[in-house]
């Protein structure tokens, strides 16, 4: 799981393997370690009724409804995304990047725009 954060917006980006485990178990958890302190991001189904991140103790949690987390591990549908305050919140699916980039992409979810790049 990737997270992006660029001023008032959190990007969390997830992988084939790790929607599956989100399916799975309702939650995904990844940690970054930063030497003196750990920064964990979570993302979990809940019943609140749209996206809703919290931040405490070095911990950003996105609640996804449940009906969303349905709808996005069941079907195509790459994201959601929601105004949580000023805060905007996104959880997409990863596609793999059209151009080439050294980290592992191949757990990715294949661009739909990779079609179209080979006809031009």
């Known amino acids: 799981m990737k997270i992006r954060i660029r001023g008032n917006s959190v990007r969390y980006r997830l992988t084939q393997s790790e929607v599956e485990q989100f399916k ?3 939650v995904i958890t990844e940690r ?8 964990t991001y979570i993302l979990r189904a809940s019943d609140e009724p749209e996206l ?3 931040y405490d103790n070095d911990i950003i949690t996105l609640l996804m409804p449940q009906a969303q987390a ?3 591990t069941d079907t195509d549908r790459v994201g959601f995304e929601n105004t949580n305050g000023k805060l905007l919140l ?3 699916k ?3 990047c059209l151009d080439n980039v050294a980290e592992d992409q191949s ?3 294949p ?4 079609a179209h790049s080979h006809e031009h």
């Open 32 to 39: 970054t370690d930063f030497g003196n302190k750990m920064l």
């Open 111 to 114: 661009n739909p725009l990779a």
């Open 107 to 109: 757990d990715n979810y």
């Open 52 to 54: 809703k991140a919290t």
């Open 90 to 92: 996104y959880v997409e």
């Open 94 to 96: 990863d596609f793999k």
């Open 70 to 72: 349905e709808e996005w």
């Open 24 to 26: 799975d178990q309702g």
